[in-house]
């Protein structure tokens, strides 16, 4: 017994000298939150600045409205990856919107005929052969996105075709993560997709 008690105190010295691990880091990272708000939420926001016009339109004003690009690829940078889909749903979003609030919307990229096929059918086209010759449009709701680190700063503006004259303008913010969340890389219906960085 007397020798057994000075080796239980070596040992418990010899433990005390051992030094106590790391605390572990927790590997749980919190799914990345959506935009609080959806993409008609914020474009409504931009609509009701498109509707104070400098003065008044007659009841047969015809409005149609284009696609949104990169203020800095007009005619040539489309909006790709995260930000794919976005000027469709600001364009679609406009049109269905102003069309609500009583405007004379136009749907240009109506086909002369339906096009039917074995699982679907279409009216709307984008092949200049399949549309009529002339648009019967006054004025004509277009604009640009800029991407800033955190939203997409969308600038709108309704013009008057003939003479280029800027009637109204708006502009608003979308969160970079409206359409999708902002992690890196997701998985979505059995696919990976991977963001921008």
């Known amino acids: 017994m007397r020798l057994l008690l000075p080796l239980l105190l070596i040992n418990l010295t010899g433990c005390s000298l051992i030094p106590e691990p790391e605390p572990s880091v927790s590997t749980y990272a919190p799914k990345a939150a959506m935009a609080p708000f959806t993409v008609s939420d914020y474009v409504h926001n931009l609509t009701v600045q498109l509707s104070h016009l400098k003065g008044p339109l007659s009841n047969n004003t015809r409005i149609g409205v284009s696609s949104f690009y990169f203020a800095d690829a007009l005619d040539s940078k489309l909006m790709t990856q995260q930000a794919s889909g976005l000027s469709q ?30 699982n679907a059918d279409s009216a709307l086209t984008r092949n200049l052969e399949q549309l009529r010759e002339r648009q019967n449009i006054d004025l004509i709701i277009t604009g640009t996105v800029t991407r800033q680190q955190h939203a997409y700063i969308v600038n709108a503006r309704m013009v008057n075709i003939s003479n280029k004259q800027v009637l109204s303008a708006g502009s608003t913010e979308i969160p970079i993560n409206v359409m999708w969340g902002n992690e890196k890389i997701q998985q979505r219906d059995g696919l990976l997709y991977r963001s921008e960085y």
Do not use: D, F, P, W
């Open 89 to 118: 749903q600001i364009q679609e979003s406009i049109l269905t919107k102003m069309t609500q609030m009583g405007y004379h919307t136009v749907e240009y990229r109506l086909a002369n005929n339906l096009h039917l096929s074995h």
